[in-house]
């Protein structure tokens, strides 16, 4: 059964920083990309990022140089390490994975980032 867990949302000040984690199980971690989308209140979900089997890594525009993205194969989990956060970042961070052989996206359940002062 395959499931995504992200954990690591929270209330933050403009400027400041958080990291989010996606544990996953379920699957073979290590061969699948994983991605990060955001969905803010009133707006369509959109990717953020991505990092692939081998760890290359592609950014959104908008948080290029301030997130990154990266990966632990041993723990089966994906982070999101998110910097100089603005009021625009503020949205439910859903982690996703596509597994081909069964032609399925999974998701996990979200977490809650709100940037504010």
């Known amino acids: 059964q395959v499931q995504l867990a992200e954990s690591g949302g929270g209330l933050v000040q403009p400027g400041g920083s958080l990291r989010l984690s996606c544990a996953a199980s379920?699957?073979?971690?290590?061969?699948?990309?994983v991605r990060w989308y955001r969905q803010a209140p009133g707006k369509e979900r959109e990717w953020v990022a991505i990092?692939?089997?081998?760890?290359?890594?592609h950014y959104t525009d908008s948080v290029k140089g301030r997130f990154a993205i990266s990966r632990d194969n041993v723990r089966n989990t994906v982070y999101l390490q998110m910097n100089s956060l603005k009021p625009e970042d503020t949205a439910v961070y859903y982690c996703?994975?596509?597994?081909?052989?069964?032609?399925?996206?999974?998701w996990g359940q979200g977490t809650q980032v709100t940037v504010s002062s």
């Open positions: 379920g699957f073979t971690f290590s061969v699948h990309g």
């Open positions: 996703n994975a596509y597994l081909l052989a069964e032609n399925h996206d999974y």
């Open positions: 990092i692939t089997s081998g760890g290359l890594t």
